[in-house]
């Protein structure tokens, strides 16, 4: 219980995310044999939103069977919240895997939201709400649908708090201050501005205190709400140390997308062109599909200098 609690709570405040990943993947059959069922698919729980902040590849053979394993527990155990939370997750990668119709639709072989939220009241349909929101916006943020963060924003207003497990605090707030910002300037929403400016705030502090975790966060979401080349650039920088391949591919697309709209089109190319394979690396591969439709000189692209993390 201890080992649950340090690594899903205090231990990823300071340290990235990547070393909780194996304590808390350890901690899961002890528990469950011990009869701690909920301390146990807690731990589930926290390697599933580890995995997605510590930006370890999608397609590591480690990642589905230990969802599967924990699913299958919380549905053996009749805990149907746990095992929504995990299935949830297990859908998002899915959807960066394979092309649904609507990538930032939480539906299809491993979970349908709305089949679920519509079994659920009170507290569960309230907490399930706010994480399958956190996904939603997580897929609109990779994917640029700017209807689908508006909408997650709204149903995520309330949520700008702390819980528990701090990745998947880090996840949502992360998820909150990149589009708060992105579209309060853009709809010039003051409301979106503040909440993402108490998202920002959050890891401020931590970075402050020399959070290995929370720094290249908050460098990412400080580049957002004023951008520019440089701020993207150690944003970029912060994410390549830290290894999370994922939020670094994004702010490489963005700072792309930045430099476009100041008719800097090579520079903008290369940004993009390096968050392309960033997101090959990271094993998002219908990501990859939609930015070959969108951006029409990638079609041609090679890796050329563009290498992958280790």
Known sequence: EVQVLLYGGTFPLLRPSRDCLEPLGDAFKPLLNA?????ALGSGIGFAMAWLCAGVPLNCPLLKPKLLLYEEAANRFQRPTFEWSVSSVRQLVLNLQKSPTNPTELKGDAFDEGSVLSTLDGNSRSMTLRDTSTLRLFLALIFLDKGCMVEMLGMLSNFAKPDVLTSRTYLRFLVIGLAGFEMGRENKDRSLIKL??????YFKTLAKIG???????????????????????KAISLCREARLIHFEAMACERCGLFLEGKKHID????????????YSDWGATSKKSSMVQKYSFLKGSSRGSHTAQS
């Not at 009869?35 to 301390?39: E, K, P, R």
């Not at 993402?196 to 705030?201: P, S």
């Open 35 to 39: 009869g701690n069922v909920d301390y």
């Open 267 to 278: 520079a903008a190319n290369e940004y993009i062109t390096t968050a392309f394979w960033l």
């Open 196 to 201: 993402a400016t108490k998202c920002l705030a």
């Open 211 to 233: 959070s290995l975790s929370a720094t290249p966060i908050y460098y990412f979401i400080k580049a957002v709400s004023s951008p520019s080349r440089s701020s993207y650039d």
